[in-house]
């Protein structure tokens, strides 16, 4: 057998005052593909990092195959290195001073190929991956899922001998998922290696060898795949259930609503175009969202959804000057961002993407009753009240003094969902709501959005790219393929009452 890759024994690692990551020991050798399997904070991406090098307190206790480099061998592909990479690029953004008032920054190309020529690999990613229109266009334009397919190319074009992937068919639509499945499976071969962190059962990739499962931060049985797999440990993990919540509490049923009065439609679009950069992403939209209405979008990758949200919950400037109606009102017509804002409770990738380092979980939820990133203004007793009640519905009321950066990423979008709500907006935009969450999380999110729209005066738009992946309040649907926008049902709303999952 040859000698393995790296070795961790023994680490005992504390991650902060409460929180310690335990590994007794863990190898991985070439041609061997782990898995590490388990739920959200169960501490996988925190076991990326010690054998990375990244965690300082667990450097003493890897060991390294003589010759080989953590900063040169091993490449990463994860929402955390797309929000490092999103954010290094906007520091860089030097548009404001461009004659053209563009900056295209980072593009895909310079993305994937650093200071390397190009060769016949890179072509062949960039045709497997459906990045050649892409190939010049900047990273900050791209939607998540393009991003993430990028950063797929980039790690296989540079052939580490390590390659560690954070769930990486998230935030992707179904072709792409496809697509990458594809391209990882040539790479799962016996002269590689790779450590997959996986939350769901379903996203387990052909080609993987081990198995490991972790749990509370600990490292628990591992060993051949098939074997883990029929443990009684491996299903516990994998088919927990959570307790779903069957009403909201008195004090979030009492909470002012700012849905709007009047028979008015919520969101009026009449024959709307935008894009950027020359590229035209929508063209001519037409749509009215009445008050019954809860509404799914649905498209692929860079289809132009998020420009359409950008466009409602005034992000984008192109809706001044066109059709665009908000609760009876004509975008342009005297009101404010922050009034727009105001009516809106948001969970996204971009603005998951601008919390950084500093603020505590509560001080996350509270900053949803000012639209603030971060909290800058006084918060009284009540809000604070509010905001613990929609932690505690979700689960995680125990994280409400931790800091925000130091939760996994599926616990940080928990967080962001109980920020949407604590000011019971008019309405929820849930723009792929449960990226990064494993079953258990996935299924109460679901459930809670429907009982949400059955109890509240609340409307929720929700976006997805997983099939069959909606709540059952969906009354109507916008499809975004091949460069047209359906509304189904076309005219008017059909009436459906709302149904709680159980």
């Known amino acids: 057998m040859n000698s393995p890759l790296l070795n961790v024994s023994d680490a005992l690692c504390r991650i902060s005052r409460r929180h310690t990551l335990k590994v007794s020991e863990f190898s991985i050798r070439t041609g061997e593909h782990w898995c590490v399997f388990g739920g959200n904070g169960a501490g996988k991406s925190l076991l990326a990092k010690l054998v990375s090098g990244e965690l300082i307190a667990g450097r003493s206790h ?19 290195e797309q929000q490092k990479l999103w954010a290094l690029d906007n520091r860089h953004d030097i548009s404001e001073f461009s ?7 980072t593009t895909v190309a310079a993305l994937i190929l ?15 991956l459906d990045l050649l229109p892409l190939q010049h266009r900047g990273i900050r334009f791209l939607s998540s899922g393009q991003v993430r397919k990028a950063l797929i190319a980039r790690a296989l074009y540079r052939r580490p001998r390590l390659l560690i992937l954070d769930d990486p068919l998230e935030s992707v639509d179904r072709d792409s998922q496809r697509r990458i499945t594809e391209v990882l499976r040539h790479w799962l071969g016996p002269e590689n290696s790779t450590l997959l962190l996986c939350r769901r059962e379903q996203d387990l990739l052909p080609g993987i060898t081990h198995l490991a499962l972790m749990e509370n931060l600990s ?6 795949l098939a074997l883990i797999q029929t443990s009684e440990d491996y299903a516990r993990i994998a088919h927990r259930v959570p ?13 002012k609503s700012l849905a709007h009065e009047g028979s008015e439609p919520s969101i009026e679009l009449r024959e709307v175009t935008a894009g950027y950069n020359g590229k035209v992403v929508l063209d001519r939209l037409s749509w009215i969202m009445q008050r019954a209405h809860h509404t799914l979008i649905e498209g692929p990758n860079g289809s132009g959804k998020s420009t359409l949200l950008s466009l409602i919950d005034g992000e984008n400037h192109k809706a001044y000057g066109q059709e665009v109606y908000l609760f009876g009102s004509k975008r342009g017509s005297g009101e404010t961002l922050w009034d727009v804002k105001a009516r809106f409770g948001i969970v996204s990738n971009e603005l998951h993407n601008k919390y950084v380092k500093g603020w505590k979980v509560i001080d996350v939820v509270v900053s949803g009753f000012f639209d603030s990133v971060g909290l800058y203004d006084d918060s009284g007793a ?37 920020r949407a709500m604590v000011k019971h907006p008019a309405i929820l935009i849930l723009d792929e709501p ?69």
């Open 99 to 105: 004659d053209s008032a563009q900056d295209q920054g």
């Open 62 to 80: 890897v060991e390294y195959e003589s010759g080989f480099s953590p900063e040169d061998d091993i490449l990463i592909v994860s929402f955390e």
């Open 434 to 502: 449960t990226v990064g969450l494993d079953d258990y999380f996935r299924t109460l999110i679901l459930a809670t959005v429907d009982l949400i729209a059955a109890t509240t005066a609340t409307q929720i738009i929700y976006v997805s790219h997983t099939a069959g992946e909606k709540p059952t309040c969906i009354n109507q649907k916008l499809l975004f393929a091949d460069g047209k926008v359906t509304v189904h049902p076309p005219h008017g709303y059909r009436k459906s009452k709302p149904q709680l999952s159980t």
């Open 114 to 128: 650093g200071a390397a020529v190009p060769d016949s690999r890179f072509d062949a990613l960039l045709l497997a």
């Open 243 to 255: 307790k779903i919540p069957v009403q909201l509490p008195p004090l979030i049923q009492g909470a």
């Open 382 to 418: 009540s809000e604070r009240t509010t905001a613990l009640a929609w932690l505690r519905i979700f689960g995680v009321e125990a994280l409400a003094a931790d800091y925000y950066h130091e939760l996994s990423f599926g616990q940080q979008r928990v967080v962001l969902l109980a």
């Open 219 to 224: 490292l628990g049985v591992t060993g051949q």
